[in-house]
């Protein structure tokens, strides 16, 4: 996906105003997927998010020989086949750009009778990936890479059993490929994270009436098991509502009701840091869809400081950095974010690429190998990139509203991965906002 021609045109718009649903949470829609397939019976999926992300991992599983409908969009029907009742696949598998697909179908085909293959887009292609091998060989599995870069052979055919595995990183996604392989794993295995991280993966498998035994920051169970099938109503995703509350607090005369987000405690540090920073953010209705606590978040403009971000904060807001770095960059003082250097192994070096892109708009920041230094500054227009980033475009356009000239945003095509429909929902609430589009081939010198 990186380097498409894809480009936005954005500018200062309105105040930000009205109430806008953004689409479903991207981690419980992999899961529904990967549980719903190899549970028994048929789980029916709503509020699944239709981004590439998610519509990988739902075409890999129907690659591995399970049925999933699409009633409509943003619902899937998937026809469970058991824990055992996967097939062997006849090509690679494309889990395009998505870590969370990657990493979590690596530890439930470590498990299977048969080999398969991993493979991802450009992006994907340059993540690390020994940060899952390790902890599966040490289950038994038995898994081939390109000096821990995919494309992933797994080998299939091996007898797995329970470990007992400390995190070196806090990551919800290598703890959860290691609590997939253990649900084929010969007796218990056991992780413990450095810091707590999203549960989302216990939680299901609890859903699914599978014991575990979890609390934060350590998450256990046993092999041996069955998952059985439920529904799952996924909330609206924490992190893409996140554009808008940044946006909402730093575009002055602001008003803006973001409904019904997911509030797991492990998706929300974005809010304790943008309330720490001053910003006026009012949590309403609180109540439960689907087993998770949702809620409406009212903002409004407020003027902001900069903070130090608290390190244990990190976890719980590990995707919302690029959008804190720009309300950092319309806050008053200085902002220092430490703690962080996962960011360098996202989609793409996050650190890096946001302070090129907010230093093009006239921002003085300053990289540290583990986060940021960030002084409130007055934005100007220019030209950045996202470098093939979703997170990185969607901020970008929001530093964009508080400028004085237009921002033109390159490589934006990937923000279809995470949130199809960003831009008309954004327009539809003030942004200054134009998909330009892919230019016509004519156009192409
Ligand atoms: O488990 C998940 O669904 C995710 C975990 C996080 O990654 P890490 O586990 O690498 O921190 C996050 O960045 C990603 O967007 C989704
Ligand atoms: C890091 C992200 O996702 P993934 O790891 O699944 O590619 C993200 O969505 O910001």
């Not at 549980?35 to 709503?46: E, I, K, N, Q």
């Not at 969370?100 to 887009?121: C, E, I, K, N």
Request: glycine share 12%; proline share 6%; hydrophobic share 45%.
């Amino acid at each position: 996906m990186s380097g498409s021609s894809q480009h936005w045109i954005a500018s200062a718009g309105a105040p930000l105003r009205g109430r806008v649903r953004v689409p479903g949470d991207k981690s419980i829609s992999h899961r529904a997927v990967m549980l719903g397939a190899l549970a028994d019976g048929v789980t029916r999926v709503s509020g699944f998010l239709e981004g590439e992300d998610t519509r990988a991992t739902a075409r890999v599983f129907e690659q591995l020989g399970v049925l999933i409908e699409t009633p409509s969009a943003s619902e899937r029907i998937v026809h469970g086949v058991g824990l055992h009742g996967l097939r062997a696949p006849g090509a690679p598998l494309d889990c395009g750009n998505a870590g969370t697909g990657m990493r979590l179908l690596a530890g439930v085909l470590a498990a299977q009778a048969f080999d398969s293959v991993l493979v991802g887009d450009a992006s994907l292609s340059k993540r690390p990936m020994k940060r899952v091998i390790e902890p599966l060989e040490r289950m038994g599995a038995l898994i081939e890479s390109h000096d821990g870069l995919p494309p992933l052979q797994v080998r299939g055919g091996r007898a797995l059993h329970g470990v007992e595995y400390a995190l070196p990183v806090a990551s919800a996604q290598v703890k959860s490929a290691i609590l997939l392989a253990g649900l084929y794993a010969q007796g218990t295995t056991r992780v413990v994270e450095p810091h707590p991280t999203r549960d989302y993966t216990e939680r299901m498998l609890a859903a699914f009436g599978w014991p575990v035994d979890f609390s934060p920051g350590r998450a256990q169970l046993e092999g041996g098991h069955r998952l059985r099938a439920t529904d799952v109503d996924v909330p609206a995703d924490f992190s893409s509502a996140a554009f808008f509350l940044v946006a909402a607090s730093v575009v002055p005369g602001s008003e803006l009701c973001v409904d019904a987000v997911g509030m797991n405690p492990r998706r929300t540090g974005l809010l304790r840091a943008l309330r720490a920073m001053g910003a006026d953010i009012d949590v309403r209705n609180e109540r439960e869809q689907g087993g998770e606590g949702v809620a409406d978040l009212h903002v409004r403009y407020a003027p902001l400081r900069g903070i130090d971000v608290p390190v244990e904060l990190v976890p719980d807001m590990i995707d919302e950095f690029p959008a804190l770095f720009v309300a950092a960059a319309c806050a008053q003082g200085r902002t220092v974010v430490r703690g962080a250097a996962e960011l360098r192994v996202k989609e793409s070096d996050r650190i890096a690429t946001m302070a090129v892109g907010l230093r093009a708009l006239g921002a003085r920041i300053e990289e540290t190998p583990d986060g940021a230094i960030i002084e409130g500054s007055t934005l100007h227009g220019g030209a950045v990139d996202s470098h093939g980033d979703h997170r990185i475009a969607m901020s970008l356009a929001i530093a964009a509203q508080r400028v004085g000239g237009p921002v033109r945003i390159d490589d934006v095509a990937n923000v279809a991965t995470s949130f199809p429909g960003f831009v008309a929902l954004a327009r539809g609430c003030g942004f200054g906002l134009d998909d330009a589009g892919e230019p016509a081939s004519d156009q192409l010198v």
